[in-house]
Each structure stands twice: as C-alpha cells, then as structure tokens.
C-alpha cells in the first residue's frame, strides 16, 4: 500500500480501491462518476484533492485494469502453450483440423498481452519519464511486425496453388495488402514516437492549464457578482435546506448508478458468451461438413474395395462350394450317426431315472425297519455315496456328449 498527499488531501493506495480524503471510493465508484458524466472539476472538489491526484487516481485504476487484462492473458497463453506441448507429442501434431489454429490463437493470445501491458496512458509515461524505453518498444514493434510480414510474403505466393476456397484467398490477400499499407504509412510515426508524444503531452498540459486558468476566472466572476448580489445568510440557510433535500436523492441515483454499472457489465458479458457460442457454433457445422466429406470418401472407398473383394472371391467361390458340398456330406453323415446316439442316450437316461426312483422308494420305505435291524450305517452310507458318485459321473459325461453334440451342430456362415 502507497500514499501519496498534498497539504490536507491524501490518496491512499489499497487491493480493494482508493482512500482519498480519508474517505474509501472503490475504483467503480470513480469511474461510475466519469461515465456518467461529472466534470473533472466537480470530483476533485467533490473528494477534495488536485489536479495532480486526481490524475494519479485516474492513472493508477487504468493500471489496476490493466494488470488484470494482462494476468487473463497471460493464463490464455500458459493454457494453449500447455495444449500445443501436448498436442506436437501426438502423431498428427499440430496438422489436425482440431489443432492447426493453436498456433494463431497463441499469437492472437500474446497480442491481447500487448494491448494490456502496453496501454496508451503506459506509452505517455514512458514518453515523459524514459523516452529511451520508448524507443526500444518502438524498434521492438517495428522487428515484430517486419518479421510477421516476411512470413505472410512467404505464404503469400502459395495461396494460388492450395485447395482454399476463392473467398478465403481473396480475404487473406485484402487483409495482407491492407495491413502492408498501413505498415508503410505508420512506419515513420513509429520512429518518431518519442517526440510525438512529448507534443502530444505538452499541448496537453498547455490546455489543461489554460482550461482551468479559464475556468477558475470564469468561477471567480459569478463569485463576485453572486456575492454582490445575494444575501449570504438566507443562501446559505437555502443551501442547507436544499442539501437535505437532495441528500437522500444524491444517495439514490449514487445507487442507481452502481446498479447501472453492474448490469452493464452483466450484459457485455452476455454479448461475449453469445459471441463465444456463434463462434463454437460455426466450428461444430464446419466439423460436421467435414466429417460428412470424409465419411462419404471412406464410403466410396469401401464400395470399391468391396466390389474388388467380390472380383476375387468369384474366382475362388466353386472351389469353395465344391469343398462346402464335400463337407455337407460328411457332416449329414456325421449328424445321422448322432442322432442314434442321443436316441440310445434318451433311453439310457429314462431307464437310469427309473432306477434311481426304484431305490429311493426302495429306501424310504426300509428306512424305518432298518433303524430297528442291527445294520452298519456306515457301510451303508458309503454305498449310498459310492452310487451317488456313480450317477454324478454319469450325468457329468452326458452332459459333456450333449454338449459335444450341441458344437457339432453349429453352422459355418460364409459371407460373400
């Protein structure tokens, strides 16, 4: 936190806005006066502050936005850099249709950083306190778009010869030439920027200087007839009333204001989604049309393989049904052998659980008499299981000839 302070006025420095006066105003509550309307002299009697602070104030909320805009743009950058590392890993590389527009948006992203760090009000400072800084941002500029203009000179010529439809050739070559133009006129204002802005700066001062010299002669004049001709107690006693009166009202529309402010912002944001949205739009029905080129491609490509396929399978195609029949044969063979197996099978099946009930009724009704009869159960238990163990392997390899059989139907689909 900083300060700065001029006799009884002070404007402290703060994460959350400005203490000006002693009072905190938020930088929204500064620029909502200035949207709507307040002349500059109205503020700075209104927070009781000069010329000078009130030029701080002004300055150090356009660096406070500033900061923010290059921080997002910054993010922007780190996150397509990200992308792009990813991306140049992958075998297609940065030569997809997903992917071949990152390295513009990273240019688009670092350009968005220039404009942040390097507003107008920035170029003015520099042109007033290190004018040498501002050289070298200017041969640094004038580098920069030198080389962008070799590289598009590079393209350039290859435009006429690459599958773009006529529109986008003409539209990259309008943008090229126009560019070239405006690069050819503004290239000596670039190497004398430094003496440009210090005019620009000195007739500004002159001007404010010779507007407030104005204004103040112009404030002492309707002073002096005011005081002339009004009756200083009874303005002052209207003066009061009236403040209290408009206090309330002063209150509200201060309300209004902010309220104005916030949903202004609220729409621009809105604006910019729906902006964001038309251009994600635009993306998926290029994409789609895309796809469907490629799926139609793909689709003719099939048909041709499919009609070569059937070329070759005519050749062979009597060998293979000659070699089917053969097989037919021996499989109806095959299939007349098993189903007298599984009728013998059937049988033994039937007669095996007609035993299987005869010794169980054959038990249950001895049961009883048994347990009076001086009988080994334990001999007896042991036949039981041993017959039991008997027909589970029975039933274990009936189960496996079912389904041996059940494989041996199963058909051999050739598709041609």
């Known amino acids: 936190m900083t300060s700065t302070s001029n006799g009884q006025s002070t404007i402290i420095r703060t994460e959350r806005g400005l203490v000006i006066a002693g009072a905190r105003v938020t930088r929204y509550d500064l620029m909502d006066y200035i949207h709507a309307g ?15 602070q009130f030029s701080t104030a002004i300055s150090y909320i356009n660096m406070s936005e500033n900061l923010l805009s290059s921080s997002d743009a910054i993010t922007k950058i780190n996150k397509i850099l990200h992308r792009i590392e ?12 997903d992917t071949i527009e990152l390295p513009f948006k990273l240019v688009e992203a670092g350009i968005d950083f220039w404009t942040a760090i390097y507003s107008p009000e920035v170029l003015r400072q520099l042109a007033n306190a290190d004018p040498d800084t501002l050289d070298a941002w200017a041969i640094a500029l ?27 050739k003409q539209k990259i070559s309008d943008l090229i030439a126009e560019i070239n133009q405006i690069s050819s006129e503004k290239s000596q204002l670039l190497q004398s920027a430094t003496e440009l802005f210090n ?16 204004q103040k002669d112009a404030e002492l004049k309707t002073i002096q007839a005011e005081l002339q001709s009004v009756d200083l107690d009874s303005f002052r006693q209207e003066i009061t009333n009236q403040s209290a009166t408009l206090e309330p009202k002063a209150t509200e529309l201060k309300q209004l204001q902010q309220q104005k402010a916030e949903i202004d912002s609220q729409i621009m944001a809105l604006q910019q989604q729906q902006a ?25 490509e099939l048909i041709t ?11 062979s195609l009597s060998t293979a049904l000659t070699d089917l029949e053969e097989q037919r044969r021996e499989y109806q063979q095959l299939w007349e052998q098993l ?35 001086p009988i080994d159960y334990q ?30 139907q199963q058909k051999t689909i050739l598709t041609f």
């Open 142 to 168: 004038s580098q920069t778009l030198n080389r962008q203009f070799i590289v598009l000179n590079n393209w350039l010529p290859h435009l006429s010869t690459l599958p773009i439809t006529p529109t986008l």
């Open 276 to 300: 964001v949205l038309e251009g994600e739009i635009e993306y998926q029905k290029l994409k789609q049309r895309r796809q469907q080129t490629g799926l139609l491609k793909s689709t003719k």
């Open 38 to 52: 307040y002349p500059h002299s109205l503020l700075r009697n209104k927070f009781y502050i000069t010329d000078k």
């Open 379 to 408: 001999k007896v238990n042991a036949i039981i299981q041993t017959i039991e163990h008997n027909l589970a392997q029975l039933d274990q390899e009936i189960a496996n000839a079912r389904r041996q059989h059940e494989q041996s």
């Open 305 to 315: 393989l499919t009609q070569a396929g059937r070329t070759k399978l005519d050749e």
């Open 199 to 214: 005019q620009e700066q000195k007739l500004h001062s002159d001007t404010e200087e010779l507007s407030q010299l104005r």
């Open 339 to 373: 189903q007298a197996g599984i009728q013998a099978f059937n049988r033994y099946q039937v007669e095996t659980d007609e035993i299987r009930t005869h010794l169980y009724a054959y038990y249950q009704a001895n049961q009883t008499i048994s347990q009076q009869l």
């Open 86 to 97: 990813s991306e140049i890993q992958t075998e297609q590389g940065l030569r997809d249709f």
